[in-house]
């Protein structure tokens, strides 16, 4: 990070606002959890929410879940104004910074898949080499997750993270945040072919 960046907690009053007027916008109905269960994961310790500042300006966002030594990105994007500026990779070059002692950091990334439109294949394609482009290397494995289907991409400090520790933790996640019966239907890690 450079110019006077800050990547800090964000409070639950300002994750009400970022909710509100900018991940309605950055992100899909079908990817974006309810904001009582954010605050609520936020409020038992389950759920780190991180901003980027300069000054008192927020120039982009995160939202972690931890899971033994692993931490999955569940959120990351630039504010409206501030996208395609490197907010984003400046916003992992302080995760990584943040989580460099956990065996990884977990992202999942939209998966590119047959059925969906050119230009939302080069959206998802795009991600993913914004992943790769930070550091992040392919797990090897992709996950189903209430209807979305996702690549999974991770880094640690020793590199790319061990495949089975990390989708053990990925399941642990999910399997801790959703009833049996619920993860049981939506949640395949790994996803079927």
Same mark, same amino acid.
């Given at each position: 990070m450079s110019g006077g960046e800050v990547l800090r907690p964000? +409070?639950?009053k300002e994750v009400r606002w970022i909710y509100r007027w900018e991940m309605k916008e950055a992100f899909p109905p079908a990817e974006l959890k309810p904001l009582w269960s954010i605050l609520s994961m936020m409020k038992r310790g389950e759920c780190d929410a991180l901003g *980027?500042?300069?000054g008192e300006e927020l120039l982009g966002y995160a939202l972690l879940r931890r899971e033994g030594s692993f931490v999955l990105l569940d959120y990351l994007a630039a504010c409206q104004g501030k996208r395609n500026q490197g907010t984003g990779s400046a916003i992992l070059t302080g995760l990584k910074e943040r989580y460099a002692d956990t065996a990884g950091l977990l992202a999942e990334a939209e998966a590119v898949e047959p059925g969906v439109s050119e230009e939302e294949k080069q959206l998802r394609r795009r991600r993913l080499a914004f992943y790769e482009r930070n550091g992040f290397g392919d797990l090897g494995y992709e996950a189903y997750i209430f209807s979305v289907r996702y690549a999974m991409l991770g880094w640690s400090a020793a590199g790319t993270p061990d495949r089975d520790a990390a989708m053990e /933790?990925?399941?642990?996640?999910?399997? *801790?945040? /959703?009833?049996? +019966?619920l993860y049981r239907r939506y949640v395949h890690i790994p996803a079927e072919d």
């Open positions: 964000l +409070s639950r *980027l500042f300069r /933790a990925h399941r642990r996640l999910y399997r *801790l945040r /959703a009833l049996e +019966s």
